[in-house]
């Protein structure tokens, strides 16, 4: 059974940092390319950051050197290392594998 769980959102002011981790199984985690993506109030699912089993990683342009994404594969979770927050990141964060999505955590960034 495949099970991505996230971990990790919250509130935090502008400048702030948050840490967001999806734990992953009933899958091949080492050969997976995983990624984030968030959703904004009334919009879509978009793409925040992928892994590839490389290590190869690619982000959206409006969070790049801001967020860092990570796998670990012995521990099959990949995170989500995300710095100098703005308010327009508010949103839920979901954890995506090949096989399916996580159930997504808050993330509101506000002062």
């Known amino acids: 059974q495949v099970q991505l769980v996230e971990s990790g959102g919250g509130s935090v002011q502008p400048g702030g940092p948050l840490r967001l981790s999806c734990a992953a199984s009933?899958?091949?985690?080492?050969?997976?390319?995983m990624a984030w993506y968030r959703q904004f109030p009334g919009k879509e699912r978009e793409f925040v950051a992928l892994?590839?089993?490389?290590?190869?990683?690619t982000y959206v342009d409006s969070v790049k050197g801001r967020f860092t994404i990570a796998r670990d594969d012995a521990q099959k979770t990949v995170a989500l290392q995300m710095d100098s927050l703005e308010p327009e990141d508010t949103a839920v964060y979901f954890c995506?594998?090949?096989?399916?999505w996580g159930q997504g955590t808050q993330v509101t960034v506000s002062s």
């Open positions: 995506r594998a090949p096989v399916g």
């Open positions: 892994i590839d089993p490389l290590g190869g990683t």
């Open positions: 009933g899958f091949n985690f080492n050969s997976a390319t």
